[in-house]
């Protein structure tokens, strides 16, 4: 199995500020990686497929890149709205496992 | 405009088995795969399984091997998860979630039901 590893696990940052997430992978998964985003009590939501591709609607702040095995996922200035949770997850051979996540908190 | 919907939360006694399902809407639906990830309470994501109906195949992570089915209805556009032997550790949050197609380059989730919440208890 690959498995998949994330940091930081927490991470406090403030509105404006720029933040970078890192995921890696245990063995190369080429582009096949994506990140998603969960507020409390809500399902997860794809950002980014194909380690760079931005999901439609979502905001350009974000952005994702690296192939490999390693990736990052950044925001470019932090908005309210993106305090949340963020999950990478691979998609190039079974099972297509999460990084354990990254928690986004206010300063 | 796609929508996926999962059925309501189930209250489970160990032991016992529960089935979970996921229907979707907007685009043909053998033209995309389906995930399952589940979240125990204050837990991370948890890859369970994919199934692709246009395929026919399916795959569970080792972990559940064994104890979890995954199925597919084309004439109601659903597909199902079916878990068994339920313990306390089953408790979670299962989502259900419709890919971005059907080749390995596609299989991202992209579209999520609302969850369903499985309890087991006694």
């Known amino acids: 199995d690959i498995q998949m590893t994330q940091s930081p696990s927490t991470l406090s940052s403030s509105v404006g500020d720029r933040v970078t997430i890192t995921c890696r992978a245990s063995q190369s998964i080429d582009s096949w990686l994506a990140w998603y985003q969960q507020k409390p009590g809500k399902a997860p939501k794809l950002l980014i497929y194909?380690?760079?591709t931005l999901e439609s609607g979502v905001p350009s702040r974000f952005s994702g890149s690296g192939s490999g095995t390693e990736f990052t996922l950044t925001i470019s200035r932090l908005q309210p709205d993106d305090f949340a949770s963020y999950y990478c997850?691979?998609?190039?051979?079974?099972?297509?496992?999460f990084g354990q996540g990254t928690k986004l908190d206010i300063k | 405009q796609v929508q996926v919907v999962q059925s309501g939360a189930e209250l489970k006694k160990p032991g016992s088995s529960v089935k979970v399902s996921c229907k979707a809407s907007g685009g043909t639906f053998t033209s995309y795969a389906f995930t399952w990830v589940r979240q125990a309470p204050g837990q991370g994501l948890e890859w369970m399984g994919g199934?692709?109906?246009?395929?026919?195949?399916?795959h569970t992570t080792p972990k559940f091997q064994g104890r979890v089915t995954l199925t597919a209805d084309e004439s109601t556009t659903s597909v199902y998860m079916e878990l068994r032997s339920l313990t306390s550790d089953d408790t979670a949050i299962y989502y259900c979630?419709?890919?971005?197609?059907?080749?390995?380059?596609?299989?991202?989730?992209?579209?999520w039901g609302q969850g369903t919440l499985v309890t087991v208890s006694t």
């Open positions: 997850q691979q998609y190039h051979s079974y099972p297509y496992n």
């Open positions: 194909k380690a760079s």
């Open positions: 979630a419709r890919t971005g197609g059907v080749w390995e380059s596609q299989r991202y989730p992209q579209h």
């Open positions: 199934i692709i109906p246009a395929f026919g195949t399916s």
